[in-house]
Every structure is written in structure tokens, then in C-alpha cells.
């Protein structure tokens, strides 16, 4: 029983699926601090996102489904996000 998030990755999906994990997991904290101070959720998706890599340091996050369900679900939306900080929108 493999107990680190990365680690798991590592020896399950090879040395490039560890890679992808971590350059979705870094294109998502970038959107998420450039929206930091946007109003919205962006700020708590990020410190979810975080709660669950530090439990995944120590513990396999992925064995549980409810948990890795809902991390690839922030992680989505926080990739997927179409807000734009400072947007206009058309004039009606």
C-alpha cells in the first residue's frame, strides 16, 4: 500500500502521468492566484486543492473515491473557470 499522493502516481501511471498531474495542478494555482482577489470561489477551490495534496503527502488520496472524485472535480472547474479578472462585459 503506497501512502503518498505523488508517489502513487509515480509508480501507477509512470513518470508521465506524475508529470501531467503536476502541470494540471500548476495551470490550475496559476489561474487561481491571478483570481485572488476577484470576488468568487477561486481562493477556497485553491485551498481545497492544497488540503488535499498535503493529506496526500502522507495518506493515498486516491483510494478513497468520494475524495479523489471531488479534488479532479475543483481541479476541473478551476481549469475550466472562464472568469476574467477586470473582463468588461458588452455594452446592451
Do not use: Y
Amino acid at each position: 500500500h503506497i501512502a503518498n499522493l505523488f508517489l502513487e502516481l509515480l509508480i501507477e501511471r509512470g513518470l508521465l502521468g506524475l508529470a501531467a498531474f503536476l502541470v494540471l495542478l500548476g495551470v490550475a494555482a496559476t489561474k487561481a492566484w491571478r483570481h485572488r482577489r476577484a470576488p468568487g470561489v477561486a481562493p477556497f477551490a485553491a485551498a481545497s486543492l492544497c488540503g488535499v495534496l498535503c493529506v496526500g503527502l502522507v495518506s493515498s488520496v486516491l483510494d478513497v473515491p468520494r475524495v479523489a472524485t471531488l479534488m479532479f472535480v475543483v481541479l476541473a472547474w478551476l481549469l475550466l473557470s472562464a472568469h476574467r479578472h477586470g473582463a468588461q462585459t458588452p455594452a446592451q
